[in-house]
């Protein structure tokens, strides 16, 4: 079982940037891909982005070319870079390991 814990969630004007990240416990981080999800009021949570353990990513066409999920296997931790933000993005963000959901952070983009 791994523990997450996201955090950079916050209030940001349409068109700027937010990093979040997500910090795992556990020793087999490095071997295990990771996800970002999302969730707007009233909406069913839908998938972000993925990281392999290789480093290989996929992106939801809502945000391809905007966002950036990255890793660093030192410090157990996945990041989303979160830039040219829309309202439409205003959602919780989830970190996802193949076993465990993180508690989420909301992300407000005001226009």
């Known amino acids: 079982q791994v523990q997450l814990v996201e955090s950079g969630g916050g209030l940001v004007q349409a068109g700027g940037s937010l990093r979040l990240s997500c910090a795992a416990s556990g020793s087999r981080f490095s071997s295990i891909f990771m996800a970002w999800y999302r969730q707007a009021p009233g909406n069913q949570r839908e998938w972000v982005a993925t990281?392999?353990?290789?480093?290989?990513?996929n992106y939801a066409e809502s945000v391809r070319g905007r966002f950036t999920i990255s890793r660093d296997n030192a410090k157990n931790t996945v990041y989303l870079q979160m830039n040219s933000l829309k309202p439409e993005d205003t959602a919780v963000y989830y970190c996802?390991?193949?076993?465990?959901w993180g508690q989420g952070t909301q992300v407000t983009v005001s226009s």
């Open positions: 990281i392999t353990a290789g480093g290989g990513t």
């Open positions: 996802r390991s193949p076993s465990d």
